[in-house]
């Protein structure tokens, strides 16, 4: 038997079965494509639609003799990365990482002699050990990989703004200003992007909010938060805009919340995205 444990909290005894006579379906594209979307699904009904899912091991484990010679693993991998790398879904990606279903995968595996789909095979006479050289199934994953354009593209995706307490008309308060940074790039060498936080359009005379915040994101969907402490704010400002700006390689972004006062609560207008 071949799999992994139940997790904790499912009640089911069994995980997906794939019978001897179904072995074919280790190897079919498409039957990878819909369990990626079934886990997402999964992710989703249980209130985690908008986080990361990383693919921490897949690959083919049938041996050559079940119907799985190289040709037909690295047709996999090469089909199985190009779906990983682009799939997206409005409703079920990651909202950070332009939508799309997975943010991170491995292949299975660097060298396993006892299972199929090894990047290395061994070069000793024995047919066992060191020293290794690169397989055809190797060669495969070299070259897509070495296709792969490295693009950073931080984004700004949110801003809220936590009000302290007590809230009253007549009274000041403060509030802390969060800004949500997302890279959806595909280069993992983090970058520096700087926030800054205003009261009114900044770009139409408005008055900036503490100091700048510098964060660093990653790509593959990686998120960092920007936050400032606005002190004594008098009721008098409800009504007004609050924005946060993004500026990355000369480029700016911003967004805005509407700031409402009460009695208890604070009521925040719908998010815009600025260009």
């Known amino acids: 038997m071949l799999g992994a444990d139940i997790p904790p909290g499912v009640s089911a005894t069994d995980g997906l079965v794939i019978h001897l006579n179904e072995l074919d379906k280790t190897g079919d ?22 986080k990361p899912l990383f693919v921490t091991e897949f690959g083919i484990l049938m041996p050559e003799d079940r119907g799985f010679p190289p040709a037909r693993v690295s047709q996999y991998l090469s089909d199985s990365f190009s779906y990983l790398l682009t799939a997206t879904d409005p409703r079920l990606g990651f909202s950070a990482d332009g939508r799309r279903l997975v943010q ?5 595996s660097t060298y396993d002699a006892t299972h199929n789909g090894s990047l290395f095979q061994s070069a000793s006479p024995s047919g066992a050990g060191g020293p290794y050289v690169l397989s055809s199934i190797g060669q495969t994953f070299k070259d897509v990989a070495a296709a792969q ?11 809220e703004l936590e009000p302290g307490a007590p809230l009253a008309v007549d009274g000041k308060t403060n509030f802390t200003l969060k800004a949500t940074v997302g890279n959806s790039g595909s280069a993992l060498t983090p970058v520096n992007v700087t926030v800054r936080f205003y009261l009114g359009d900044p770009a139409a005379g408005g008055v900036k909010i503490g100091n700048d915040q510098v964060v660093q994101v ?25 924005y946060a700006e993004m500026v990355y390689s000369g480029q700016t972004t911003k967004t805005y919340q509407s700031l409402f006062f009460a009695t208890t609560r604070l009521y925040l207008g719908e998010v815009f995205r600025v260009p």
């Open 29 to 50: 594209i498409n039957f990878f494509k819909d369990q990626i979307v079934r886990f997402r699904q999964w992710m989703a009904d249980r209130g985690y639609a908008n």
């Open 104 to 108: 991170r995968f491995a292949w299975y």
């Open 149 to 159: 354009a490295l693009t950073q593209s931080p984004q700004l995706m949110s801003l």
């Open 218 to 242: 990653s790509g593959c969907g990686d998120t960092a938060v920007a936050t400032v402490l606005w002190k004594d704010v008098n009721p008098s400002e409800s009504g007004k805009r609050v």
